[in-house]
């Protein structure tokens, strides 16, 4: 996203134009930088700021699946997030965290299977609400979990900013459930 700056000098229609000498213009020319980079830093803190991954993507309500209206789920790797759409239409869109190293397979896929929870001695990390696209081993689940069952939230500030899994799609914990109980077996997933 771009972002233009401009500034705008409002003059008295019977003030009399004057120019301005090199230290004035330095003067204007410094303020109007200190604006413009005052404008971008809250810019990008607007742009930063953390997703609540306790909480749906959106606050509007999920789409109603059926088989006459499917969804198809497409990640898009470079902007970490997952589109839903029916009849070409978008119609929800997800924070999502996919995997480091580009890691996260790129393709064609479809919804294989599902389940309420796992835990990965290996990576020392789990997930709730999982549901795969390419045999068990890439799934959409939840932010990670520790061997407790505890979200480890050290984790789930990448959702919407960065690639941090093992190349699995992590959402949101109402967005991975939604998927989980809503999405059926056979649906489409692109991933580019």
Same mark, same amino acid.
Request: aromatic share 10%; charged share 20%; glycine share 6%.
């Given at each position: 996203?771009?972002?233009?700056?401009?500034?705008?000098?409002?003059?008295?229609?019977? &003030?009399?134009? %004057?120019?301005?000498? =090199?230290s004035?213009? /330095?003067?204007?020319a *410094?303020v109007?930088? $200190?604006?413009?980079?005052s404008?971008?830093?809250s810019?990008?803190k607007?742009?930063?700021?953390?997703?609540?991954?306790?909480?749906?993507?959106?606050?509007?309500?999920?789409?109603?699946?059926?088989?006459?209206d499917p969804?198809?789920?497409t990640?898009?790797? &470079?902007?970490? %997030?997952?589109?839903? =759409?029916?009849?070409? /239409?978008?119609v929800? *869109?997800?924070?999502? $965290?996919?995997?480091?190293?580009?890691?996260?397979?790129?393709?064609?896929f479809h919804i294989i299977?599902?389940?309420?929870?796992?835990?990965?001695?290996?990576?020392?990390?789990?997930?709730?609400?999982?549901?795969?696209?390419?045999?068990?081993?890439?799934l959409f689940?939840t932010?990670?979990?520790?061997?407790n069952?505890k979200?480890?939230?050290?984790?789930?500030?990448?959702?919407?900013?960065?690639?941090s899994s093992?190349?699995?799609v992590?959402?949101?914990i109402p967005?991975?459930?939604?998927?989980?109980?809503h999405?059926p077996?056979g649906?489409?997933?692109?991933?580019?």
């Amino acid at each position: 996203m771009l972002i233009g700056f401009g500034v705008w000098f409002a003059q008295h229609p019977n &003030a009399q134009s %004057r120019p301005q000498s =090199t230290s004035q213009k /330095q003067k204007t020319a *410094t303020v109007n930088s $200190s604006k413009a980079s005052s404008a971008t830093s809250s810019s990008k803190k607007t742009v930063s700021k953390t997703v609540d991954w306790t909480k749906p993507s959106q606050t509007k309500a999920y789409p109603t699946v059926t088989t006459e209206d499917p969804v198809v789920l497409t990640v898009d790797l &470079a902007k970490q %997030r997952v589109y839903i =759409t029916q009849k070409d /239409q978008l119609v929800y *869109t997800m924070y999502c $965290s996919t995997g480091i190293n580009d890691s996260t397979p790129h393709g064609t896929f479809h919804i294989i299977d599902r389940g309420a929870n796992f835990y990965n001695p290996t990576e020392k990390m789990g997930a709730n609400y999982w549901t795969s696209f390419k045999g068990n081993t890439y799934l959409f689940h939840t932010v990670p979990t520790d061997e407790n069952g505890k979200y480890i939230t050290s984790e789930a500030v990448y959702l919407g900013k960065k690639p941090s899994s093992h190349g699995c799609v992590r959402l949101s914990i109402p967005d991975a459930k939604w998927i989980n109980e809503h999405v059926p077996g056979g649906t489409k997933v692109v991933i580019k």
